[in-house]
């Protein structure tokens, strides 16, 4: 048995392949703590969404592995049997931390080189996936800068995703699925316009020339938060200072998904609801010390999150069948 199977996790594989031909995107939900991760599981249970459970490893690690491992085993215990739970690792940042992942349980690998010479992408990539696909774990590679962390200030045009890289670069890798920049924005200000200037829209088309070239690619958009408004009043109404919060519109992570993205990232959107439901609940309840109460509000908050992105944006409700295609 793959190592991933044995702690009750899928590979995305036949995920993708569903939410291809259902025309819906599965969530990759990044998590930090205890609270995210049983809101993520409770939500998608209660949806009966597939789910990605992701994990970004900072320089600064401040969850120790196991940890990490022991959180998400206990989710895909709580998940068994109802809902398909994938672990996956968020960019990737080398060939020796893949295969650190992949051999701790992961059962999904992001390897992201998009900020490598095109050639050295390639062979990263390419040296991920064997090792991967050799234990059944799928791979995620990129192509492109995604604003808001990967990309130096300048013409976003630059750093858009050409769609004539694209056939190679999974031909010569053989990723399961791509992420690519089409305008996303990782981080809580996604409106890289001046201020008073409207954001130009998803760059639509190159989703549109991307599935031309090769229709069963799974591609994946990252930094597709919306921030809801009312999220960041309820930051800003209790001593906190967000400025400049705005995120994607569900409309445009809509037509994305209809063009073939079958993952849709999401982590600034529940950085904020959790932010904003601690802030609330400690300044209605100043004398309250303990971690149980204010943290139980913000997990309310995000199980309703969730639940609501799955049915309302990404189509993934009602999608969980764990009975292969
Ligand atoms: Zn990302």
């Given at each position: 048995m793959r190592s991933y199977e044995a702690y009750g996790f899928v590979n995305t594989k036949a995920m993708y392949e569903r939410a291809l031909a259902g025309h819906y995107a599965v969530p990759g939900y990044n998590f930090n703590t205890l609270e995210q991760v049983q809101a993520i599981v409770q939500a998608c249970i209660d949806t009966c969404s597939p789910v990605l459970l992701q994990y970004f490893v900072l320089?600064?690690?401040?969850?120790h592995p196991a940890l990490v491992l022991g959180l998400v085993r206990g989710a895909a215990e709580m998940a068994a049997g109802r809902i398909d739970v994938a672990f996956h690792l968020d960019h990737g940042s080398s060939f020796e931390q893949c295969k650190a992942c992949i051999d701790g349980g992961y059962s999904s690998v992001m390897i992201d080189g998009?900020?490598?010479p095109h050639a050295d992408n390639v062979a990263m990539t390419r040296e991920v996936v064997s090792y991967a696909h050799d234990r059944g774990v799928t791979v995620e590679g990129e192509l492109g800068g995604i604003a808001g962390r990967e990309t130096a200030d300048g013409p976003m045009e630059e750093h858009y995703t050409k769609p004539d890289e694209v056939e190679d670069f999974v031909a010569a890798t053989g990723v399961d699925s791509l992420a690519v920049s089409v305008g996303t924005v990782h981080?809580?200000?996604?409106?890289?316009?001046?201020?008073g200037q409207t954001p130009p829209p998803l760059r639509l088309d190159i989703l549109e020339e991307v599935k031309r070239r090769l229709p069963g690619l799974p591609v994946v958009l990252h930094g597709?938060?919306?921030?809801?408004q009312e999220h960041v009043r309820a930051v800003n109404a209790h001593g906190g200072s967000l400025t400049r919060a705005v995120g994607i519109p569900d409309d445009q992570i809509r037509a994305a998904i209809a063009i073939n993205v079958c993952k849709v990232n999401i982590h600034s959107d529940t950085q904020i609801a959790m932010t904003g439901a601690v802030r609330t609940h400690l300044v209605a309840c100043p004398g309250d010390f303990d971690p149980r109460t204010y943290l139980d509000s913000a997990r309310k908050v995000l199980v309703a999150l969730y639940s609501d992105k799955n049915r309302r944006v990404l189509g993934s409700a009602g999608k969980a069948s764990t009975v292969p295609p």
């Open positions: 320089p600064e690690e401040q969850l998009s900020q490598l981080g809580a200000s996604k409106n890289l316009a001046k201020p597709a938060s919306a921030i809801p």
